[in-house]
């Protein structure tokens, strides 16, 4: 019992200057220059990334326990997901097993994770392959499991790896650590993740972790190859994140910008998917009539608005500390 009130104490005193800061940020109200940004970002966004807007732009928020669960659903041909409006895994058929992006918590391995595989018939044994999207527990929580029972591969970028095995004071200070995977693979943007027919490109984008990962990969649509992308190191809550890291991360975002062009990318998801939001999609999923097209394909130039309203919103809350 001394134990947890100790700990809580603990938690409350290593996330008070955090939230006073927040706090701080959010009542000063908006100027004309920052309005006028977010008016521009909102007319590069139009309708089809209004949400995002108001999410990134006005109203960011963190991703939450009680997050409504959502069905899990196979999304495209090979591809599925699995978890909770506030954060998801995908897995991927391949020729040669499953590999999974992502692992959610590990308190939801039991509760979201393995009833997702059940669900959908997957067998999660041949989970081969996890690629952490960045080194935070509500991304590599459920992996030690899978390790462990169906020795699944876990990759994680080496600066994450680093950042999980050797968290700083305060990070320590917020809990009792998360159980980590074993030290397993390391993965590293131009060298491409493959597991049977399916070839993953990573690609580095630092800001909200140093070690945060995007991810591009081809789904297959009613038969026809897609490219997707998941920027899966987006920052919920710009507030918590230092001047630096949020430079950083607008430099991540434009090299996103950069690679996924190349690569044609036109299906759009999200670990987080909050912005979007997820369950609208699937919604529109379920109720999409034969030869509709899949609400996760944006189109290119789609793909490349919504990484420019990720950018202009950064570039407000830039110039929010700015003001
Ligand atoms: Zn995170």
Avoid at 64 to 83: H, Q
């Amino acid at each position: 019992m001394h134990r947890t009130i100790l700990g809580s104490l603990f938690v409350f005193t290593a996330l008070f200057p955090v939230a006073m800061r927040a706090q701080a940020q959010e009542t000063k109200p908006d100027s004309d220059a920052v309005r006028a940004l977010i008016e521009k970002t909102r007319k590069a966004g139009g309708s089809m990334w209004s949400d995002e807007v108001r999410f990134f732009c006005e109203a960011p928020r963190p991703n939450r326990p009680d997050d409504p669960v959502i069905a899990p659903t196979k999304i495209f041909d090979n591809l599925y997901v699995i978890g909770n409006s506030g954060t998801a895994a995908y897995v991927v058929q391949t020729t040669d097993g499953l590999l999974m992006i992502d692992s959610l918590g590990a308190n939801q391995v039991e509760t979201q994770l393995l009833p997702g595989f059940r669900a959908l018939g997957l067998d999660p044994a041949q989970v081969k392959v996890i690629l952490i999207g960045h080194g935070h527990a509500d991304h590599f929580g459920g992996a030690p499991y899978m390790q462990e029972h169906f020795g699944s591969k876990v990759y994680i970028s080496a600066a994450d790896w680093d950042l999980m095995e050797h968290p700083s004071a305060s990070a320590q200070l917020k809990g009792p650590p998360p159980v980590l995977p074993k030290h397993d693979q390391v993965v590293a943007e131009g060298q491409p993740v493959v597991l049977g027919d399916l070839k993953v490109m990573p690609v580095a984008v630092p800001g909200h972790t140093p070690g945060s990962m995007g991810y591009i990969f081809p789904v297959k649509d009613g038969g026809k190859t897609r490219m997707a992308a998941i920027y899966a190191g987006t920052i919920l809550t710009p507030n918590i994140i230092s001047d630096q890291g949020l430079e950083t991360y607008l430099q991540s975002v434009k090299h996103f910008q950069a690679e996924t062009k190349k690569a044609k990318v036109e299906v759009e998801i999200q670990n987080h998917p909050l912005m979007d939001p997820i369950q609208t999609k699937l919604d529109r999923l379920k109720a999409r009539k034969a030869g509709a097209p899949n609400p996760f394909v944006v189109g290119q130039a789609g793909y490349q608005t919504f990484l420019d309203v990720m950018a202009g919103c950064t570039e407000v809350n830039i110039a929010r500390r700015k003001q």
